[in-house]
């Protein structure tokens, strides 16, 4: 069975930073590698759709939405099976439950892959900003 645990949510003020970790185990029971899994990360605010933040894939391309270009960083340790999500100068707005998802997708980028996609989800992490 998959799974992938989120963690490093927390409570900061406006300008603080954060960085998300989500480690994923089981996946090689599936016969295939952690390294080939499209890794994304994902944020739902109360009221609000969930909506993707991040994307990294296979060949360690980045891609952004438009609201968090500049400031946040997503990268992934394939040897470690650990997603990350470095968020800079963070702001109310940035406030969500934030869940790392992956499926394993060809195509893999913010604004093509969205949540009906992803098969595997972690349980979320939550994160407040305050200003």
């Known amino acids: 069975q998959v799974q992938m645990v989120e963690s490093g949510g927390g409570s900061v003020h406006s300008g603080g930073s954060l960085r998300l970790s989500c480690v994923t185990s089981?996946?090689?029971?599936?016969?295939?590698?952690?390294?080939?899994?499209?890794m994304t990360w994902f944020r739902q605010a109360p009221g609000k759709e969930r909506e993707g933040v991040a994307v990294?894939?296979?060949?360690?391309?980045?891609s952004y939405t438009e609201s968090v270009k500049g400031r946040f960083t997503i990268s992934r340790d394939n040897a470690k099976s650990t997603l990350y999500l470095q968020m800079n100068d963070l702001k109310p707005e940035d406030t969500a439950m934030y869940y790392c998802?992956?499926?394993?997708?060809?195509?893999?980028?913010?604004?093509?892959?969205?949540?009906?996609?992803?098969?595997?989800w972690g349980q979320g992490t939550q994160v407040t900003v305050s200003s």
């Open positions: 990294i894939d296979r060949r360690l391309m980045t």
């Open positions: 089981g996946y090689a029971w599936t016969g295939n590698d952690y390294s080939t899994l499209c």
């Open positions: 998802a992956a499926a394993a997708l060809y195509d893999c980028a913010i604004g093509v892959v969205v949540a009906a996609d992803l098969v595997y």
